[in-house]
């Protein structure tokens, strides 16, 4: 049953919230963090489980990540473009890799699952069913208590005024719900989170109303055996709510972060957050998470759970004074109080200074790229405590983006020098994501295969840097 616009403002009257017109003449359309018809490049995947056991990830000082694989392809059909990978561990110890495919005979929703040794449990699946003259794009994935995951993703017409969100549940047998749309109007942001008991919820950012006022925030809930549950409101306003995520914390409640902008009515732009039960009810409270610079277009703000109970803000924002842009990562404490300031995750020497050349275009003329430019951060927590961050930037020695990782240990210190997650690749990479799998982590991201780009992951025993 497709949750329609005048459905939505039903649900919502109760909660007394009132139109109100986005004062962001950028963001009008169907979509994305700036005005595209996207969250941001970045597909986020949340809700995966802590890593298990203690691990062997503790007191590395290293530079190079123990892999258990050299980096693999995920795609087993190279026609066309694979895009925007997402990352979601599985209660079994394995995980699920889902993306989408850009071909001019068609596009589609992919996953393939992998087993907890890293081997493929089969070949990729369709997720979606294919709609003559719909386009699908950016899917994103979370594994379920008791086996199986689900992935949404957004469809739009071929000339983006009719916007949809689907969502698909893969049950542990493999077999597949039917594909549930919802209409939307107006929309920048959307995510998934586990429930206790194999129920799931997804977070949705959107209006109710045609003429795209009153937006908002809201967690739709559905039970193990799909049926809709309920729609709760997150966040509402003259705001534009950006970067829901969604996650699992250490002591079985969920943490549903995002960040919001009210620059429209002469404030800034912050992090966000509410805790809710394990069972997906919000707790009335929304928590500060510090302001940001509000880089949406570059990056999603993504949330980790730590093994104490505590959590990480991960995001990419314009360092002060500069046009350069750098990852950061906010610790808080499991009630919600930040832990110190936001730690840099890579001091990046300028690469333009090392004689690797690189200029981009826009209105202005032809420029030397800002540096250090880190895009796409992900975070995921590790066995010992600590947590890992991957990011895109471009690369010390040649042109293009490529991936790096650097691991910390729970109070925020760096285990190492950032490396690069495949340093045997010389073809450029991006938009990786990064989820705790095991005693480990397993790292994805999109590179270059023999058509046109792939899906490539690797799998890593373990967090330290040694």
Same mark, same amino acid.
């Given at each position: 049953?497709?949750?329609?616009?005048?459905?939505?403002?039903? +649900?919502?009257?109760?909660? #007394?919230?009132?139109?109100?017109?986005?004062?962001? !003449? =950028?963001? %009008?359309?169907?979509? $994305? &963090?700036?005005?595209?018809?996207?969250?941001?490049?970045?597909?986020?995947?949340?809700?995966?489980?802590?890593?298990?056991?203690?691990?062997?990830?503790?007191?590395?000082?290293?530079?190079?990540?123990?892999?258990?694989?050299?980096?693999?392809?995920?795609?087993?059909?190279?026609?066309?473009?694979?895009?925007?990978?997402?990352?979601?561990?599985?209660?079994?110890?394995?995980?699920?890799?889902?993306?989408? +495919?850009?071909?001019?005979? #068609?596009?589609?929703?992919?996953?393939?699952?992998? !087993? =907890?040794? %890293?081997?493929?449990? $089969? &070949?990729?699946?369709?997720?979606?069913?294919?709609?003559?003259?719909?386009?699908?794009?950016?899917?994103?994935?979370?594994?379920?208590?008791?086996?199986?995951?689900?992935?949404?993703?957004?469809?739009?017409?071929?000339?983006?005024?009719?916007?949809?969100?689907?969502?698909?549940?893969?049950?542990?047998?493999?077999?597949?719900?039917?594909?549930?749309?919802?209409?939307?109007?107006?929309?920048?942001?959307?995510?998934?989170?586990?429930?206790?008991?194999?129920?799931?919820?997804?977070?949705?950012?959107?209006?109710?109303?045609?003429?795209?006022?009153?937006?908002?925030?809201?967690?739709?809930?559905?039970?193990?055996?799909?049926?809709?549950?309920?729609?709760?409101?997150?966040?509402?306003?003259?705001?534009?709510?950006?970067?829901?995520?969604?996650?699992?914390?250490?002591?079985?409640?969920?943490?549903?972060?995002?960040?919001?902008?009210?620059?429209?009515?002469?404030?800034?732009?912050?992090?966000?957050?509410?805790?809710?039960?394990?069972?997906?009810?919000?707790?009335?409270?929304?928590?500060?998470?510090?302001?940001?610079?509000?880089?949406?277009?570059?990056?999603?703000?993504?949330?980790?759970?730590?093994?104490?109970?505590?959590?990480?803000?991960?995001?990419?924002?314009?360092?002060?004074?500069?046009?350069?842009?750098?990852?950061?990562?906010?610790?808080?404490?499991?009630?919600?109080?930040?832990?110190?300031?936001?730690?840099?995750?890579?001091?990046?020497?300028?690469?333009?200074?090392?004689?690797?050349?690189?200029?981009?275009?826009?209105?202005?003329?032809?420029?030397?790229?800002?540096?250090?430019?880190?895009?796409?951060?992900?975070?995921?927590?590790?066995?010992?405590?600590?947590?890992?961050?991957?990011?895109?930037?471009?690369?010390?020695?040649?042109?293009?983006?490529?991936?790096?990782?650097?691991?910390?240990?729970?109070?925020?210190?760096?285990?190492?020098?950032?490396?690069?997650?495949?340093?045997?690749?010389?073809?450029?990479?991006?938009?990786?994501?990064?989820?705790?799998?095991?005693?480990?982590?397993?790292?994805?991201?999109?590179?270059?295969?023999?058509?046109?780009?792939?899906?490539?992951?690797?799998?890593?025993?373990?967090?330290?840097?040694?």
């Amino acid at each position: 049953m497709a949750l329609t616009a005048s459905g939505l403002a039903r +649900r919502l009257a109760r909660w #007394g919230v009132q139109a109100a017109i986005v004062g962001l !003449a =950028a963001c %009008g359309g169907g979509g $994305g &963090d700036s005005g595209t018809p996207a969250d941001s490049p970045s597909s986020t995947t949340s809700g995966s489980p802590l890593p298990s056991g203690t691990g062997p990830m503790g007191g590395g000082t290293g530079e190079t990540p123990v892999a258990m694989s050299a980096a693999f392809q995920v795609n087993t059909s190279a026609a066309g473009a694979q895009l925007s990978p997402a990352l979601a561990a599985l209660s079994d110890g394995g995980f699920v890799i889902a993306w989408h +495919r850009d071909d001019p005979q #068609g596009n589609g929703i992919f996953a393939r699952r992998f !087993a =907890a040794d %890293g081997s493929p449990t $089969g &070949d990729e699946i369709r997720i979606d069913e294919p709609v003559t003259g719909r386009v699908v794009e950016t899917a994103k994935v979370v594994g379920l208590d008791g086996g199986g995951y689900v992935v949404t993703w957004r469809s739009h017409s071929p000339d983006f005024d009719q916007w949809a969100v689907a969502i698909r549940h893969v049950r542990a047998d493999g077999s597949l719900s039917a594909v549930r749309e919802d209409v939307v109007t107006f929309f920048h942001t959307y995510d998934l989170v586990s429930l206790a008991g194999g129920g799931y919820g997804r977070l949705l950012q959107g209006s109710p109303n045609p003429d795209n006022s009153g937006v908002v925030l809201v967690l739709d809930r559905f039970g193990a055996d799909d049926t809709f549950i309920d729609t709760q409101l997150v966040d509402s306003g003259q705001v534009l709510q950006t970067s829901a995520f969604g996650t699992v914390l250490a002591d079985g409640r969920r943490l549903v972060s995002w960040a919001r902008s009210d620059v429209a009515q002469g404030g800034g732009v912050g992090l966000f957050f509410q805790f809710m039960s394990a069972g997906g009810t919000l707790d009335p409270v929304t928590h500060p998470g510090g302001e940001v610079s509000g880089t949406f277009n570059a990056s999603a703000y993504q949330s980790a759970a730590l093994r104490d109970g505590s959590f990480v803000i991960v995001g990419t924002d314009l360092l002060a004074g500069t046009s350069n842009q750098a990852a950061l990562v906010q610790r808080f404490g499991a009630d919600g109080t930040l832990i110190g300031s936001r730690i840099r995750v890579d001091d990046e020497a300028d690469v333009a200074a090392l004689g690797t050349p690189c200029t981009f275009a826009d209105q202005g003329g032809v420029h030397p790229c800002p540096f250090p430019m880190q895009t796409n951060a992900t975070v995921a927590g590790t066995a010992d405590g600590g947590f890992v961050v991957a990011w895109d930037t471009q690369d010390r020695q040649r042109p293009g983006n490529f991936v790096y990782l650097r691991t910390f240990d729970a109070q925020g210190n760096p285990l190492g020098v950032p490396a690069r997650a495949d340093a045997a690749n010389a073809t450029p990479e991006s938009m990786p994501e990064v989820r705790g799998v095991g005693q480990g982590f397993v790292v994805t991201w999109m590179g270059q295969d023999a058509d046109q780009s792939g899906i490539f992951a690797r799998d890593f025993s373990g967090g330290t840097l040694q």
